[in-house]
């Protein structure tokens, strides 16, 4: 194991809060990683291990700049140059495909696609293709780049997909009447439904990948000090308040980095996870034709051909 337990599992409530240590020896050289949203928090700490242990990683990141610094500091500790940065606005299908076509230019291979980037509480607003912000990043934005790295992923299967959700998709619904969030508007909420769209997308995706040997895996990383509060002036307070309580980004890759590597997980394909273990999701999100509707309609909105 390359992170020592010590490091990750500190002492006192931070440890009883964050069970769950991917503890899979897997090396990765020759493969290749995409990780979302890879310049800070959870994304950051994902593709410094998955570095570690060899593989070349594409940290997707919007903002270059702060994705370069990143990439050398990941080099400069694991020792490892292949760390590399493309450009991916995931509010924008330009970008997106742009992303793409250029990773597709560069790249023979594709083993591992962490779909980790995320906003959380936004003031309503919307992506450069007109979709609300939560539901245009945190799922369209990760559907579309998914399905166009779908057959790269299935020529260098086995391949894996992490789509990082979250436990608060207990509170979402998919109100199709009103998915760019115009009729009516939470910020939390919007979030919640968003993360709700990660868990379908992975089961539905899973059910058209059986026997492919493509797998993936939908995850809860724990609460987790990161920048994902910054949108919210009370949610940063707690986060400061209760710093001791909640798990380091170290700590909340770990469940990523579970399902990314562990050995004999294929036919989980299509589960959720949470401290490295499956765990149970709402009946929404266990709902088939939610599911099914869900990918039609997201392929509509992205001008994807419908299968
Ligand atoms: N922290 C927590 O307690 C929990 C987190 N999660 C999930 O974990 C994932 C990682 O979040 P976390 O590390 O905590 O949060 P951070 O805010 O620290 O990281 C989010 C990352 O997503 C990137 N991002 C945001 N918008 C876009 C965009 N339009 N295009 C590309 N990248 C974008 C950010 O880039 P930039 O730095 O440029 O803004 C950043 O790199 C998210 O999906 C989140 O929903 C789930 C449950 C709990
Ligand atoms: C009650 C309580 C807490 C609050 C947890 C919250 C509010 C978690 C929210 C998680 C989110 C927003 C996940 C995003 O996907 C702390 C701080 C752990 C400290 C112990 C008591």
């Not at 769950?20 to 291990?49: F, P, R």
């Not at 979030?191 to 995850?219: D, P, W």
């Not at 949470?274 to 266990?286: E, L, M, P, Q, Y």
């Amino acid at each position: 194991m390359l992170i020592p337990e010590k490091h990750v599992l500190s002492w006192g409530p931070r440890k009883m809060l964050s069970s769950g240590v991917c503890t899979s020896t897997v090396q990765l050289l020759g493969k290749v990683a995409v990780v979302t949203g890879a310049n800070t928090g959870i994304g950051k700490e994902t593709a410094k291990e998955l570095a570690q242990r060899g593989a070349r990683v594409y940290l997707a990141c919007r903002d270059v700049q702060k994705g370069e610094l990143v990439a050398r500091e990941i080099q400069t500790v694991t020792g490892n140059q292949e760390v590399l940065v493309k450009k991916l606005d995931l509010a924008d299908t330009k970008s997106i495909r742009a992303f793409a076509k250029g990773f597709l230019a560069e790249e023979k291979h594709l083993h591992i696609l962490i779909n980790n980037a995320g906003v959380m509480m936004c003031p309503y607003s919307k992506t450069a293709d007109g979709f609300e912000m939560h539901m245009g990043v945190n799922h369209l934005g990760h559907f579309l780049l998914t399905l166009l790295l779908l057959e790269k992923l299935k020529e260098s299967a086995p391949s894996r997909i992490v789509n990082v959700s979250s436990f608060a998709h207990h509170l979402g619904r998919i109100h199709f009447h009103n998915l760019q969030g115009e009729k009516f508007y939470s910020a939390g909420l919007a979030y919640c439904h968003s993360k709700l769209a990660n868990i379908l997308f992975t089961r539905e995706l899973a059910r058209r990948l059986k026997g492919s040997s493509v797998t993936t895996y939908s995850v809860h990383p724990g609460t987790v000090n990161s920048e994902l509060v910054r949108h919210s002036s009370v949610m940063r307070w707690m986060w400061r308040l209760f710093s001791f309580f909640i798990k380091t980004p170290q700590q909340g890759a770990q469940t990523s980095l579970y399902c990314a590597l562990t050995e004999g997980l294929e036919s989980l394909s299509g589960n959720h996870f949470s401290d490295c273990h499956v765990a149970w999701v709402s009946a929404k999100a266990r709902n088939e034709t939610i599911a099914r509707r869900l990918w039609d309609v997201s392929c509509d909105l992205l001008g994807i051909p419908v299968d």
